[in-house]
């Protein structure tokens, strides 16, 4: 073991007690360490994304809103639903799909289609001889579409039913179902008419083999003149002879 002699230990802690002032000096003048670096935080999305986001989204949902009511108008027109009931019809929903579709093919087919449906049912009565409700079915063709390219020969074909019909015999439905008495004599009757007039006879029954029973009885009475005739479908039984043109 080294022993120093005391005036160096003296001197030792002299020199100590004389630098420590000069460190703690030191040690006040050290700058700070920098603080840490932020954590850069993700920027936000422009409100111009958000916008257009929207936007997109409320197209989205009016295609599909107007896709909806296409859907229930299509429903309506194939039920025969064209403008009654006012709410519910294929016209209503085909003109609110406009109001918020102006261009919508679509609907504007479907508006024309109501149109065509109705000139159908126009001709059905005029050959039928339902005069009345042929024209009706005309006048709501025209409401509905009065540019339709067939609309103006549908009126043409009307007044010519009028003009070459004898005669219009309606008879009750059920009783023809039954073949009630009554039916045999009036078919019986007309068989007489289309004899001194050499008329066509358009029959409407309930069915086809009423509609042949029908006939057949007109056609029993002329025996061997072969009768001109055809047979549709409806509620409302009847004959209509149509005369021959001249």
Known sequence: MLLFPESCRQGARL??????????????QQPPPAPAEPVAEPEPAP?????????????????????????????????DRLMTPAE?????????????????????????DIAARYLELADLSGRQGQFDNAESFLRRAAQ???NHPRLESANRRLQSERQSTHSVTTLNSRDVINREASVVARLRELAQVVAETNAFVMITA?????????????QDVLGDIRVRGDIEIGEQASVRLVLPQT
């Open 88 to 112: 519910s019809s294929a016209y209503h929903y085909f003109n609110r799909a406009l109001a918020l579709d102006p261009d919508n093919q679509i609907a504007k087919d479907g508006i024309r």
């Open 206 to 218: 309930p069915n086809d083999e009423h509609g042949r029973w029908m006939y057949m009885q007109i």
């Open 47 to 79: 409100a111009e994304e958000f916008v257009s986001q929207a936007a997109l989204d409320d197209a989205e949902r009016a295609r599909r809103y107007v896709a909806d009511i296409l859907f229930e108008g299509m429903r309506a027109l194939r039920n």
């Open 15 to 28: 020199f100590f007690l004389l630098s420590l002032p000069l460190l703690l000096a030191a040690c006040a």
């Open 144 to 146: 509905v579409d009065n």
